[in-house]
């Protein structure tokens, strides 16, 4: 299974779906996975302009997943929306933020 078309550097679980992971890639994009259908994301997240070095999903709601990226960026996402999943973008960084918590 081919998940990204370059390296994954970052995976979470969404714990509140069992079956919904979140994988960032060098390819500058997130994608949100059902492990009972591996061969298709649920859905593919482009807005970085460098690899996606962290993602983590919210511990507090089932719809939003945070990333940081070597673009000196992080990003919280709402990947169940409809339309633009971009929910606010942090671009205040000096150096790479390669770490969310």
């Known amino acids: 299974m081919r998940a990204h078309d370059f390296e994954v550097l970052s995976v979470d679980w969404n714990k509140y779906d069992d079956f919904t992971i979140v994988t960032g890639s060098v390819d500058k994009t997130l ?3 059902d492990i009972r259908q591996p061969h298709q ?3 593919t997240i482009g807005g970085h302009t460098y690899a996606v070095r962290k993602v983590v999903c919210s ?3 089932d ?3 945070a990333s940081c990226s070597y673009d000196m960026t992080v ?3 709402d990947f169940k929306s409809p339309g633009e ?3 606010q973008r ?3 960084h000096t150096e790479f ?3 969310l918590d």
Do not use: D, S
Request: glycine share 4%; aromatic share 16%.
């Open 75 to 77: 990003c919280l996402w």
């Open 31 to 33: 994608r949100v996975w």
């Open 59 to 61: 511990p507090h709601f």
């Open 41 to 43: 994301p649920i859905r």
């Open 90 to 92: 942090w671009a205040h």
């Open 97 to 99: 933020a390669v770490g």
């Open 63 to 65: 719809n939003l997943v």
């Open 85 to 87: 999943p971009l929910r």
